[in-house]
């Protein structure tokens, strides 16, 4: 977990360095923002329509009107997220443990459903579309 949870970390240090944006900032971007709105695309996919899309694209445009100091926002976003992932320490994990598991382990599991469900939807399209 240690090792998992250095790498992620120095990659978003690294985004930090090249970006211009804080430590904080980047991890709102990517799980708060960059994630569920990929999983929406994909839903969408699966789903041969633009709803989840849609109401993720508007819910993004109200958050950004709405949110006046993105670095204060993510500075509480953030450090909620932290309290989040503390309280599974008294089920004996760790802070770090915790930050690999819901964010590394538990994302990739949704994106292997949702890839898989994807591809299964496009293999469908076309074999329906052959057999026109």
Same mark, same amino acid.
């Given at each position: 977990?240690?090792?998992l949870?250095?790498?992620?970390?120095?990659?978003?240090?690294?985004?930090?360095?090249?970006?211009?944006?804080?430590?904080?900032?980047?991890?709102?971007?990517?799980?708060?923002?960059?994630?569920?709105?990929?999983?929406? $695309? =994909?839903?969408?996919?699966?789903?041969?329509?633009?709803y989840? /899309? !849609?109401?993720?694209?508007? #819910?993004? @445009? &109200?958050?950004?009107?709405?949110?006046?100091?993105?670095?204060?926002?993510?500075?509480?976003?953030?450090?909620?997220?932290?309290? $989040? =992932?503390?309280?599974?320490?008294?089920?004996?994990?760790t802070? /770090? !443990?915790?930050?690999?598991? #819901?964010? @590394? &382990?538990?994302?990739?599991?949704?994106?292997?459903?949702?890839?898989?469900?994807?591809?299964?939807?496009?293999?469908?399209?076309?074999?329906?579309?052959?057999?026109?």
């Amino acid at each position: 977990m240690e090792y998992l949870f250095q790498i992620v970390y120095r990659f978003l240090k690294f985004l930090e360095k090249i970006s211009g944006f804080s430590y904080e900032e980047i991890n709102i971007i990517i799980w708060f923002i960059l994630i569920p709105l990929s999983w929406m $695309f =994909l839903l969408d996919k699966i789903m041969q329509k633009h709803y989840f /899309k !849609a109401v993720a694209i508007i #819910i993004l @445009i &109200f958050a950004v009107l709405y949110i006046d100091d993105f670095e204060h926002f993510s500075k509480i976003t953030f450090n909620t997220a932290v309290q $989040f =992932l503390n309280t599974f320490n008294a089920i004996g994990s760790t802070y /770090k !443990a915790s930050s690999v598991v #819901i964010c @590394i &382990f538990i994302p990739v599991l949704i994106y292997w459903i949702l890839i898989s469900k994807t591809l299964a939807v496009i293999k469908t399209k076309r074999l329906s579309n052959t057999n026109k």
